[in-house]
């Protein structure tokens, strides 16, 4: 079998040339990332300093921005809000984080699948909920207080600084559960063992060595929830405008109102995008550090710690948060949805599905709006996994010169908070000639961008884990360079490219930060709809709503955890 | 005509050079090893070969064709070469009979024909029953079966291996050795293949070129390789040697503890330093003075080791500082600290550089 096919297709086969048609693949992947990443963030920086209406160099937005007192206050609002926020957030997590990693606490899976519940709870979500449990008078944790003491008025009130801190921190602990679970899950028994053997006992141990080697990443989780606490948008809006307060993402929202002042807004974003840049620097400092050799992913074995009787202690203060986070909120919204009138409590005559039909079959836009969120989600996870799979490609293969600079544009977008990003994207594309404000692209575009180092993250490091040989073995057997991504990178990837699909849809159909300054009247998304029936007082119809966006939810956690396991959303590649 | 050419190639990664002037010429169905250390330039030479690297300067050239320059090479798809890696790079996505029949799904065969190609390699490489097998349900000996016949299948004009075996245990590794020659000899491909590891090289090869630091140090076949290395390098590098450093002393040589007439010692009225390589094996050991026409050295010996298939003494010559190493047969037994004879035959001692 020599020699006879070999003659048969000689031919000018041989002809040098460096171009094939692949490139062109990659101008148009770094032309898109220009787009989205590069403009919006440029945009933003010049547009704080140019005149409203003349676009000339001023630096008045800057003075209007800091010009009274209370815009002051609200950026040292937000600074104290995070903190708080992130501290509370630690005291609900790192118990829970070392009981689930590293303790025979009872109800672990438990703990761990409502901590997953917690974490797809939209943060607006939680606020409604917990409006309907603290508000004043109304509230049913009150209500219950003054049933069971006999007392004139209940002691809660979620209209306030302390109730914003708690609403956040409720839904703001699973990353640092994340973060100290990835951690105490790589601390090795020996380690332990070898504290025990010199004469500590099972707490002195927790705290002098296994604490000690978990905290870069314990701070690192902090970090991420102080940044989440400063960057929201809804819980804040929710609830410090009743409570006569601003932070700077309500104060954003107020020189967006009427008219807008796009200009004075992306002045006053700056602080905002300082103090993240700057924190997640710190972050990655800190996580990054030497010397933690725990961290390594060689720890040896692990056993479980016995905790002996106080294993239900732990247990208690599990379902304690959960309780807090899951349990009462869902109930009082599953009671809020179901009901003629959610102060009329739990009677059968209260009961209907009139706001389920309502939300669904009557109201104007709320079910488009449901329709809209799940289309510009999944617009914008598929593009986002197909961007950042071609540039991690470009990356891990060093198919171009300074490809590392398409990696950092890629993860860049985290450390841009959503409302920021959307005055930038406004900023951008709102004015002539592309005249995008209110459209569906602007949208599409925005999650794209603010979900870009989510997929990025995800797509090289399934990348890394492929053999460039796989890829070789195709050009050398005569496959050029797209087949071998057709027939051997893309079905090797599939599962890991579905996975980070997910990360980005779920997440992407709660999106409000962003979705709040560009919808328009044809494009108004279901956080947005949430938001506005919030400020409406309708809290059945917006429990409804909000149930229905979860319960759409389940059937694609399901898909995730049957294609990359059960805790996918959980892991530390999510952020 | 010779069928690969490379032409003073040299590859530069900024300012460090992987691989400095490389030039061979391949004959065709010639078995070629590239071997030496790591890092010394023998995979990045392989790569430039198959044209996954363009070379910084010089040119590859196939049947008279250039397909490597500088200024431009015909992509690795369209060489009608093959390769087998290091990692196998079986893809895990195709059951091994698509893995064989890939390539010649691109080359646009008959669906027939190519079920018919793919059978007779499988059968060549004893693959036939696991056809539909996936990889990640075969051993590691069965994954470079499966390499070496989807490599083989499309009857390429070069083969490349890029030290295919290091990857297996040591038994496996010795029987695919001789697996790699008896294909090689049934289908007569031109091959080009890295490794490290010298037996692997000797087994398979025609013959040798030895690297280092990116540079040829010599080009030979196997057997010339052992018994006549060039360079300190190689000699040290094939195989286990002695080096002796001799000194011109009017008709004599004089070595550290014995003394050769300068006409018996190759090379001895040449100029710069006297090195010569003495293997352990053309070493004579005796407790007796011996009889032969080599020089007799008397000596004792200072350590041993037994490793089974020979001795391995340390033997130092009365008079010198150095031990010089004899390897002998099992049954030669001399105890450290006894005195001995070594018989040295000056023609077995190759000067080198």
Redesign the interface.
Known sequence: ??????AA?RGP??????W?ATWLLWIAIIAILLVLVVSPFVYLVLTSFQAEKTGDFTLSNYATAYGRARYIDALFNSLQLGAWAALLAGVFAIPLAWGVARTDMPGRGLTRMLVLATFITPPYTGAVAWILLAGPNAGWLNRFYMFATGAEAGPFNIYSFAGLVVVIALYSFPYIFIFATAALELVSSEMEDAANILGAGTWRTMRRVTLPLALPAILGGLIICFLEAIALFASPAMIAIPARFNVVTTQLFQFFGNPVRVEVAAAYAMPLLGVTVLLILVQRLITSRKGFATLTGKGGERRPIRLGPWRWAMFGYAMFVASLSVFLPYIFLVQSSLAKAWGRGFSLDNLTLRNFNFVLFEHATAAQSVINSFLYAAAAATAAVLITLGIAYIVTRRLVPFAEVLGFLCVAPFVIPGVVLAIGFYAAYAPPPLSLYGTALILILAFTTRFLPIGYVNASAALRSL?P??E?????????RV?ALR??VA??LKRSLLGAWLLIFIPATRELSSAIFLYGPNTKVASVMIFDMSEEGNFEYLSALALILQLLTLPLLWIGQRALGRDFMLRRTAT | MSKLVLKNVSRRYGAFEAVTDFSLELQKGEFVSLLGPSGCGKTTTLRMI?G?APPSTGTIE?DG???S?P?????????????I???Y?I???MTVGENVG??LQ??K?SRAEIDR?VD?ILDVVQMRNLKGRYPSELSGGQQQRVALA??IV????VL?LDEPLSNLDANLREEMRFEIRRLHDE???TTVYVTHDQSEAMVTSDRIVVMNKGRIEQIDAPHVLYGRPRSRFVAGFIGRTNFLEGARNGNDVRFDGFTAPAGAVEGANGTGQLLYSLRPQAVGLTAQKPAGPGLAVEAEITDRAYLGEYWDYQARPLGGAKPIRVSTAPASVFEVGSHVWLEIDPAAMVRVE
């Open positions: 079998m020599t020699a006879s096919s070999g297709s086969i041989l002809r040098a040339g460096r094939d053999n040989e796989m070789e073995a195709v050009r050398v057997l005569g496959g050029s087949m027939r051997v079905p090797l | 198959a996954f196939m064709q250039q397909i320059a200024s431009g090479v015909v992509p690795p798809e369209r060489r009608r070469m093959s390769m890696f290091q990692s790079a893809w895990p996505n890939f390539g691109v080359r065969m190609r007779t989807r490599a499309v009857e390429p004009e490349l289908f007569k491909i």
